[in-house]
Every structure is written in structure tokens, then in C-alpha cells.
């Protein structure tokens, strides 16, 4: 009997309903499994009851806390999930935001993205 490979979880943070929906059907396609929070606070709440994620992609810009303030509470944290991959979108001041990502050890994808670039960032990401 052959293992079944686990799906990859990832977690989509943003706080506009139609990326979440829009990101998680992209996904849908039995390789992942896909978990949303509206904004970084709700992000960060479901790391710290424990959940695990393999990638989380946040947008920048939303209300509670940011993506810039999720990414910075998980490579501050002594846990594993320190080494989270993450990828950071958003469609507007993106040079500072790139290099907040180089600095910070994550992909940016700027918005709008195309399927194919979201998927080969995802690639990428999950194989650093």
C-alpha cells in the first residue's frame, strides 16, 4: 500500500472576502489545504493555539495588524514557526515592502497576481 503524501496547509490572511475565496478555489485542487483569517490579529491567534501551517500568505495592508506585523511576531518567536515560510502581497508601495521581505527572509507577490506566478511562489516557497 502506497503512503498518501500530506497536503501542504497553508494559511491566507486577508481581510478583503473575495482573495481569500478567489485564492482558496485556486488552490482547491487536492494538493493543499487551505485556512483563512480576515486579518493578522485572527492569523496570529490560530499560531499561537498551535495550529501548524507549511506557507502563510498575507496581505499587507489590513486592519488589527498588518502583514508586516504577523510576518515580524513569527520570526521574533522562539517556536518553530520562526521558520514558517511566508509570503507577503499587496498592490501598492511595493520597494519598501520587497525589501522589509528580503530582510525578513520572505517572498513578495505583488497584486494583481497571476495563478501561475501565486503557484511557482508557493513552489519556491515550499521548498526553501
Known sequence: MKAMKAKTRILVVDDTESVLVSIATILDDGCYDVVTASD?????????RGEKFDIIISDY??????????????????????????????????????????KYDAC?????????????????????
Not at 493578522?40 to 499561537?48: F, T, V
Not at 513578495?108 to 526553501?128: H, I
Open 40 to 48: 493578522g490579529k485572527e492569523a496570529w491567534e490560530l499560531l499561537n
Open 61 to 102: 495592508n489590513m486592519p488589527e495588524m498588518n502583514g508586516i506585523g504577523l510576518l515580524l511576531n513569527i520570526r521574533n518567536d522562539p517556536r518553530p514557526i520562526a521558520q514558517t515560510p511566508f509570503i507577503l502581497m499587496s498592490g501598492g508601495g511595493q520597494e519598501e515592502l520587497e525589501e522589509m521581505c528580503v
Open 108 to 128: 513578495f507577490l505583488s497584486k494583481p497576481f497571476s495563478v501561475n506566478g501565486l503557484v511557482a511562489l508557493l513552489s519556491d516557497a515550499g521548498s526553501s
